[in-house]
């Protein structure tokens, strides 16, 4: 099966750059989506399709992915960008899977 | 806009059947090219993806819980269900019915519900 890896935690300080790596064979063949969830809700999804955003989220919120890694990018960081963010990807062989990485907690200092 | 709703049991005894389901509304779950599917979040630890459902009846599950997961669709009332079965109590965690428009990522989600595995 596809495995994803995420760092475990990223901190940042306030108004500087947060950059949330995901790790896959290849990724960079495959279509990379980000969701934040915050404590107690369901995730959301900020990035779709490696760098798109849906309606609503920030510009601040943007993605790249490129080899074996992509990248979530959050530019001047706000305490309400704390959460945990996950990448996954859809998987087409052998069949369909949907597969998430880890997770990575963000820390605003 | 769609949106979904999780409802069920939120304590299930060890080796019972977990069961939920998922109320789809605005739109019809018939006519709307989604694949359906279940996802969950054992406390304290990350997403895993369960399995989808397309077209009422292609069914694609994660190959940890394959022997353990059936989702199916009910058109009649515009819901779609899960059950897993021989549960335990590393079956504990938030599970979330979301929906994929085959672009490959998932939205919407329900808001979660919580399934205890305890006698």
């Known amino acids: 099966s596809y495995v994803l890896t995420q760092p475990p935690s990223v901190s940042v300080a306030p108004g500087q750059t947060a950059r949330i790596t995901c790790g896959g064979n290849y990724i960079g063949s495959k279509s990379v989506h980000w969701y934040q969830q915050k404590p107690g809700q369901a995730p959301v999804l900020v990035v779709y399709?490696?760098?798109d955003r849906p309606s609503g989220i920030p510009e601040r919120f943007s993605g790249s992915n490129s080899g074996n890694t992509a990248t979530l990018t959050i530019s001047r960081v706000e305490a309400g960008d704390e959460a945990d963010y996950y990448c996954q990807v859809f998987h087409s062989s052998p069949d369909y899977s949907w597969v998430f990485g880890g997770g990575t907690k963000l820390t605003v200092l | 806009r769609l949106q979904l709703q999780e409802s069920g049991p939120g304590l299930v005894e060890p080796s019972e059947t977990l069961s939920l389901t998922c109320t789809v509304s605005g739109g019809s779950i018939s006519t709307s090219p989604y694949y359906w599917g279940w996802i969950r979040q054992p406390p304290g630890k990350g997403l895993e993806w369960i399995g989808s459902?397309?077209?009422?009846?292609?069914?694609y599950y994660n190959p940890s819980l394959k022997t353990r997961v059936t989702i199916s669709v009910d058109t009649s009332k515009n819901q779609f269900s899960l059950k897993v079965t021989s549960v335990t109590a590393a079956d504990t965690a938030d599970y979330y019915c979301?929906?994929?428009?085959?672009?490959?990522?998932?939205?919407?989600w329900g808001q979660g519900t919580l399934v205890t595995v305890s006698s």
């Open positions: 399709d490696d760098k």
């Open positions: 979301v929906g994929d428009r085959g672009d490959g990522w998932f939205d919407p």
């Open positions: 459902i397309y077209s009422s009846e292609i069914t």
